[in-house]
């Protein structure tokens, strides 16, 4: 069974603070992992990927990935009210070829001014 | 990454007929991706799109329902067939160069 499991919030965030949402997987041979934000009405916008383990700066976004733990975390520091969204992660379970991804159900995030 | 282009945006369509989704990419894929996002939740796999060859279709969905042409690498087509109300959600198109997306198709079935 292919799961994505994310806590669907809402997470409220003090502006100016960071912002930390988390996302976990069950399938170990997993090697992709995509992080979207998607505000109401629109479509998912592509934040960042990751496929190592470790960090992966952007601008104000850090992607963290370990997967002995098989977990996927998203940072965000100096959260800005623009950035209140849902936020999905997403995976594409198993080791091989380009394949679809399988999302989490996304977390609602609240930036509070 | 690749840039998405989907048509129609939105559509407002009778119960039993069907709907002809296009998805456009700015450069060759090798796999495109069909998404339906049902109202208030997360995204789902309906199926991939090799060129060549029949789509693949995950658990719960069926050719029959939502047929997929895939005539070359930039270009796709989802068909949503005998439309019910349960069929209303965003359908989404990405392909596995970036897996980015566009702005989807906002499909009501009254």
């Known amino acids: 069974q292919k799961e994505v499991e994310q806590n669907s919030g809402p997470l409220s965030v003090p502006e100016g603070a960071i912002a930390s949402l988390n996302c976990t997987y069950s399938d170990r041979g997993s090697q992709s992992f995509f992080w979207y934000r998607q505000y109401s009405g629109k479509s998912p916008e592509l934040i960042m990927s990751i496929y190592s383990n470790g960090d992966k700066e952007d601008g104000r976004f850090t992607a963290q990935l370990n997967k002995a733990s098989q977990y996927v975390s998203l940072l965000i520091r100096d959260s800005q009210p623009s950035d209140s969204a849902t936020y999905l992660c997403?995976?594409?379970?198993?080791?091989?070829?380009?394949?679809?991804?399988?999302f989490g159900k996304g977390t609602h995030l609240i930036i509070q001014p | 990454s690749a840039v998405i282009s989907q048509k129609p945006s939105r559509d407002i369509c009778q119960r039993g007929t069907s709907l002809t989704i296009q998805c456009q990419v700015d450069s060759q894929v090798t796999m495109m991706f069909w998404y339906r996002q049902q109202p208030g939740q997360s995204l789902t796999l309906i199926a991939t799109a090799n060129q060549g060859s029949e789509a693949t279709y995950e658990s719960g969905f069926v050719i029959d329902k939502f047929p997929i042409s895939r005539p070359n690498l930039t270009f796709s087509t989802l068909t949503v067939s005998n439309m019910s109300p349960e069929d209303s959600s965003i359908y989404l198109c990405?392909?596995?160069?970036?897996?980015?997306f566009g702005s989807g198709t906002r499909l009501t079935v009254v």
């Open positions: 997403a995976v594409i379970v198993g080791g091989g070829g380009a394949d679809g991804l399988t």
């Open positions: 990405s392909g596995d160069e970036g897996y980015t």
